[in-house]
Nanobody
Framework: QVQVVESGGGVVQAGGSLRLSCAAS????????MGWFRQAPGKELEFVAA????????NYVDSVKGRFTLSRDNAENTVYLQMNTLKPEDTGVYYC?????????????????WGQGTQVNVSS
């Protein structure tokens, strides 16, 4: 069993930045790829970014490329999603998930353990 806990959400104006953190415990951290998903009100869950075991491979949805950066610190069992130049359409609940495979997949069905989510609100 893996426990996943997100933090770092909040309210920010458009153009601002936030850094989300995701701490995982309960298994060897380097055994799994990590992903971020988000869900805006009234919309479906959307893939945001994912990172491989080592951090050497990342995957981003097109809408965040060049603005978001996903990294991981395996010594701290934590992944970080640095979000810059935020837009109102980035608003939503952001979920972190762990996948007991290496590749940073975009489908939520590929992920085995999920956090409770952290709210991000970007005002215009």
């Amino acid at each position: 069993q893996v426990q996943v806990v997100e933090s770092g959400g909040g309210v920010v104006q458009a153009g601002g930045s936030l850094r989300l953190s995701c701490a995982a415990s309960g298994n060897t951290f380097t055994n799994y790829a990590m992903g971020w998903f988000r869900q805006a009100p009234g919309k479906e869950l959307e893939f945001v970014a994912a990172i491989s075991w080592s951090g050497g491979s990342t995957n981003y949805v097109d809408s965040v490329k060049g603005r978001f950066t996903l990294s991981r610190d395996n010594a701290e069992n934590t992944v970080y999603l640095q979000m810059n130049t935020l837009k109102p359409e980035d608003t939503g609940v952001y979920y972190c998930a762990a996948r007991l495979r290496n590749w940073p997949r975009a489908s939520p069905y590929e992920y085995d353990f999920w956090g409770q989510g952290t709210q991000v609100n970007v005002s215009s």
